[in-house]
């Protein structure tokens, strides 16, 4: 399940036994090398499919971790592309991993292949007085298509929470990749909106959800395990570490996009392939910005 790299027994066992902040602080380097992290068949999914709906010029990636979706949002933004997350810890490896492939792509230096690239010690990340518009220029952007490097668009990283974004809507596309487990389903209401606050109108919304495994699989199984796992740690433990993958349904999510004012697409993501029953195993969900949120 994890690599030679990857962390250790005990070291989950610290992990999980902290707040979500905390616990991801102390996860970052060696985070990459868990089945946490998205999957690139995954990510170049998605990106493939944006890219056929964009361009954008200034994408958001909600949650952003150690950036594996800071990379599909520079192929498909002219601009400028911001990552927010709650760990410090999981930024530092995120600009060390987006510095070090910026560095390979201008031929700079010999650095790690990609989910490689060492962290620095500190990070600093404040968020942006101007809702992170203003980030050093990086070159001039070229467009329609994927950012060269040298176009590529500015990066900035900021520490801030996703229930209260720290920016103007200034945003035309938002990802975010394997982060609604760790909010509860009484918080999506109030997630949904924050993205829709940061979304100039006609902005998009766009993240990955997987079909849910059936009960006969052993994938139902282990989903159930870990849930109950959770749910008995955070009964008897203190601080919560909110990690329950099962609550994030497709039917909930698409009725609490509506409701914060968005009009939402699905768009299966063929490379996955289909279930018996003719379904998609994955689709990417796209919640356009369309109007105010609406009365429940």
Known sequence: MFTPQGPTLRELAVQALS????????????????????????????????????????GLDLC???GA???VLRELCRESVTGVDISAG???????????TRARERGEAEVPGRGEAKAPERVEAEAPENGGANAPERGEAKAPGRALPDGAPRVAWVRGDARAL?????????????AFGHFLPRELPGLFAEVHSVLRPGGRFAFPI?????????????LLAFDLVMRVRNAVW???FVMYYRAFRLD???????????????????????RPDDSPRCRMVVATRVSGPTSA
């Open 252 to 274: 909930d999510v698409r009725r609490e996009l509506m409701r914060a004012g968005f009009e939402v697409e699905l768009h299966a993501l063929p490379e996955f392939g289909r």
């Open 166 to 178: 720290p920016f103007a809507p200034v945003f035309d596309l938002v990802v975010s990749f394997g």
């Open 64 to 66: 952003c971790g150690t």
């Open 19 to 58: 707040s979500v902040e905390h616990g991801y602080d102390l996860l970052a380097p060696k985070f990459d090398h868990t089945p946490f992290r998205t999957p690139d068949s995954i990510l170049d999914a998605v990106a493939m499919a944006l890219d056929r709906i964009g361009p954008f010029d200034r």
């Open 238 to 240: 203190r601080p919560p």
């Open 69 to 71: 979706g800071m990379e």
């Open 210 to 222: 997987m079909a849910p495994p059936r009960p006969s699989s052993p994938g139902y199984w282990a």
């Open 90 to 100: 999981m930024l530092a490896v995120g600009r060390g991993r987006v510095d070090a």
